[in-house]
């Protein structure tokens, strides 16, 4: 039996209680998801197409913040990475000399995109500004910034966008557009500037954030995306001027989901991986280790395996994996990042087909079991026992089952009306038999499982579209 929690209402569901989930992370930032979307917009499905492909991105936060790594005046600050001069009261004059240390003269724009390229990574996304206030750009709008500030003087994003311009790598760019920690009245920096309520928060909008968000889009080619965050004291109006300046500059420009007013596609919390399918657009912002911006104390990586799984329940219930990687002052992205990344590009070398471009599970049973006393999680949502031995992504005609447990030697097929064509493994094409046990038909699968971090095999299926029974 399909359990109610993953029919159609559970859609419906997640929308209502995404409207107004407030996510926290482990620095206390707050970041709104973003309310469902109610009208179908022509439009906008159409600025999704490559964003719907795509399914798996590479975000990077990168920042002044990479010279202190976790730690100031030889104490361990604790917190993420890039919230170190918040976690620890850095008044901006001290927090500022650090773009004085920032020459990060190991850095490479071109192998940061062909680690991209490797890993499987369909778009990049950067931070161009961070809640700390330093832009990563030339900015006409603040001389805090890489080129003015730094003995480095060269812009980090312009190399990036012209790289991956060359390698044909889609970029975009992460802005906080409400907190800005070294403006007296942007949001978030209360031990120097006092309250937000009492800052003229519009003034800061206006001579910085709005003036740079426009640089973005002028200044740096096609811009997949711009990736909003945490839209404190951002009303309405406040958020459309953004959008205004995003829709006239760059028309194709994708908004995420935070800010401040309805955007592109949905953002959900940072790591947080729904249970349901959703057709919405939407994507997971989520970290390699615990950090976003780099500590040096951090080594607590996820396995490949562990982000395989993540990649293809994501994927299996709609939506895109963005997954982060904290550089380190020197320009360089921490090894073992880069080989984690690698390892799972290869495995997305043979079965990339069950991912890009690929539609979510008809069926719902595989994701896990919902409590049976209807208990619920710190935010609202129903809990639920995941599943994870295996997952279901889509192609017209075609049902992909990517096992990621060694499963029993007959596999039973969700019930299905569509009657089974074939079966063979994504990775080398070998034939994998079909039989009818109790009318029903399984895979017979050889053991040991073929690729031990995960073995795709695809279920040719009669007709284009899976009707699930039950
Ligand atoms: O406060 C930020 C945090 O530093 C990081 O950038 C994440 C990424 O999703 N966004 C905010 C917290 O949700």
Redesign the pocket.
């Known amino acids: 039996m399909r359990s109610p929690l993953f029919a159609a209402a559970a859609f419906v569901a997640l929308a209502t209680v995404s409207a107004d989930v407030k ?1 926290r ?1 482990t ?1 206390g ?3 709104a998801v973003q309310p469902a979307r109610s009208a179908p917009d022509p439009q906008k499905e159409e600025r999704l197409k490559w964003f719907r492909e795509a399914k798996y991105g590479l ?1 990077i ?1 990168w920042g002044l913040y990479a010279v202190p790594a976790g730690e100031w005046n030889g104490k361990r600050s604790l917190g ?1 990475g ?2 170190i001069m918040n976690r620890s009261h850095i008044p901006v004059g001290d927090y500022q000399k650090l773009a004085a240390q920032f020459n990060p003269v190991k850095y490479n724009a071109e192998e940061w995109v062909r680690l991209a390229k490797d890993a499987g990574m369909k778009y990049i996304v950067i ?1 161009s500004k ?2 700390d206030g330093f832009a990563m750009f030339k900015s006409k709008a603040s001389a805090y910034n890489i080129v003015d500030a730094t003995p480095f003087k060269r812009d980090i994003l312009k190399e990036l966008a012209d790289a991956c311009a060359r390698q044909g790598m889609r970029l975009g760019f ?1 802005y ?1 557009q409400s ?1 800005d920690w070294h403006e007296p009245n942007g949001a978030g920096n209360i031990w120097d500037f006092g309250p937000d309520d009492k800052k003229d928060y519009d003034q800061y909008l206006r001579s910085k954030a709005e003036p740079q968000v426009r640089e973005l889009l002028t200044g740096y080619g096609p811009v997949a995306l711009i ?1 909003f ?2 839209p404190r004291m951002m009303t309405g109006d406040r958020a459309q001027r953004f959008a205004g300046i995003v829709r006239s500059l760059q028309p194709n420009t994708l908004i995420d989901g ?1 800010l401040g007013t309805e955007g592109d596609y949905r ?1 959900t ?2 790591n947080v991986i729904p249970h349901e399918v959703s057709g919405d657009a939407w994507e997971v ?1 989520a970290t390699i280790n615990h950090t ?2 780099y500590r040096k104390d951090d080594t607590d990586w996820k396995s490949p395996g562990q982000i395989a799984f993540k990649l293809i329940d994501i994927v299996s219930k709609g939506g895109n994996y963005l997954l ?1 990687v904290g550089p380190m002052a020197d320009g360089v992205i921490p090894q073992p990042s880069q080989d984690i990344l690698r390892t799972v590009g290869r495995w997305l070398q043979v079965n990339g087909e069950a991912v890009y471009g690929a539609g979510p599970t008809p069926f719902g049973d595989e994701l896990g079991e919902p409590s049976n006393r209807g208990r619920k999680d710190v935010r609202g949502d129903l809990l639920v026992y995941p599943q994870m031995q295996w997952r279901v992504t889509t192609k017209p005609g075609k049902l992909y089952f990517t096992l990621f447990d060694e499963p029993r030697a007959s596999f039973a097929l969700p019930r299905m009306q569509n009657a089974v064509k074939r079966a063979y493994r994504l990775a080398d094409g070998a034939p994998v038999e079909v039989k009818t046990e109790n009318g029903r038909p399984v895979l017979i699968i050889e053991r040991p499982i073929f690729d031990p971090m995960a073995t795709v095999i695809v279920v040719e299926v009669e007709g284009t579209k899976v009707q699930p029974i039950g």
């Open positions: 996510e992370t620095s930032a707050a970041s975000f936060h993420l890039e919230w931070t961070h809640h992460y906080s907190q990736w965050d945490t935070r953002s919390g940072d912002p976003w911006g982060n």
